[in-house]
């Protein structure tokens, strides 16, 4: 028995540094390009979490390669996937690829694309902060007088739309109607489609409606909203139908109905991208035991080419390698079935997924049909009624882990106004906005939760913020 254990442990060892060498060959022949294809068509497919994780990738990868280009790029790519949940990092990460491209440049027109994206980002991060738009006017100025020099007009046509953006953002409304018209002036005439220009009109008109709204020239707002072509894009066609809607309510001076309509299309537009979130990750989830599935495949291949290389190679060991593959395939057999079912489970949370996405579509279009018809039907109030609250609520606790169930139950003696300040709150609602909704100052709403959150939470540390506390519920 000694005679077969040495080339036993020969063959188990050979096994061994075969399987483990060939991934680490495959993960260093991948390039940074490859994996940037690879992000950009996941984000294209809105796995978000995926497409940031093949794009950190790509950073690390074109780093160690030296690929600058891709290297600024995926920075790039990277900002504008995290720039609706997180304007900081965006913005860190454009000023980084900024840095990139200064060290290495290449084509200036995405040095042009770089500093509009990051004065975008910059502006973000005042809005938010209500800081200072100074460097979010210089990155884009930047990126406009390089654009003019180079007669650059498509990129000319979009900084000037993201300067009317900043105007707009700094309430300087008659400033960004002049961006927007300049802006307007390089579009091509009706039909045409001169270097891609077309594609900018929605934006360039959307800026400058809300300019026009913001100073009450109603009839001006709505001949500019109904010039936007909405074609399949869903998302645009709710803006337009909803701020159609609103101008009609305010010709008729129905200020609360208005405020109580924009509410309701806030909480439904939430409601849609958290369960678009939901559906990602079960997206990924299913993706992940689909790639599991295929490196299970492959394995089983390469033991089968071992397999046949031992058995040519030496005979002496034929009864000890037909009990190893015998038994390893048995595994891999069973360890098959188990991820089979796993995948079956994840697919049917997807598609529990897809309800919810479905609901909440239908939500929006419903909300949007009504506000329609509001000048038909001679309707003056539009407010969500205490069942439509309970409908809110049970969809949010469908996919946000029943946060609120949990809330209900361990603080039983919290009001039901109170209840609907914690979701307006972990909805991210501004303090304006909930303001508008109970139609009291900003000063009223930050008196409301830090007597919510004193007198119901217990927490006396004002460095404490309500949203903190709901999401540790």
Known sequence: MAMFKRPLHIFIIGILLIAC???????DAQTAARCLEEAEAALANDSVLLGETLLRKTILLSEKAEDWHTNYIAYQRLADALSQGNPEEALQLMKKALTVYEQHPDDERNLVILLDYAGTYAAQVAFITEGSYDEALDLVHRAYDIAEKNQMTDLMCQTLTSLANIAWAKEDYRQSIDYAHQAKSLLPQEGGD???????RPGILQVLA??????DMLDSAETAYRQIEAGDNVHLAYIVQSSLARIALRRLGATQVEDS???????????YYKALEQKDQYYQATLSQEMENQRLEYRSQLYARMLLTVVIASLIVIGAIVVVVRYRMQAQRQEKHQLRQEAEHQKTLLHQANEVVTFLQNFILERTEVIKKLDQSGDSLITLKPHEWSEIERTLN??????FARLR??????QEDDIRLCILTRLGLSNRTIGNIYCITISAVQHRKLKLKKDVFGEANPDVT??????SK
């Open 21 to 27: 060498g060939h991934p680490q060959q495959e993960s």
């Open 194 to 200: 001169r270097e891609g220009l077309a594609d900018l």
């Open 210 to 215: 809300r300019s026009y709204l913001c100073l």
């Open 261 to 271: 309509v924009a509410e309701a299309f806030e909480q439904a537009e939430d409601f």
């Open 398 to 403: 469908a996919i946000d882990n029943n946060r």
């Open 409 to 414: 139950e361990e603080y039983p003696n919290m």
């Open 466 to 471: 309500l949203e903190q506390i709901l999401k």
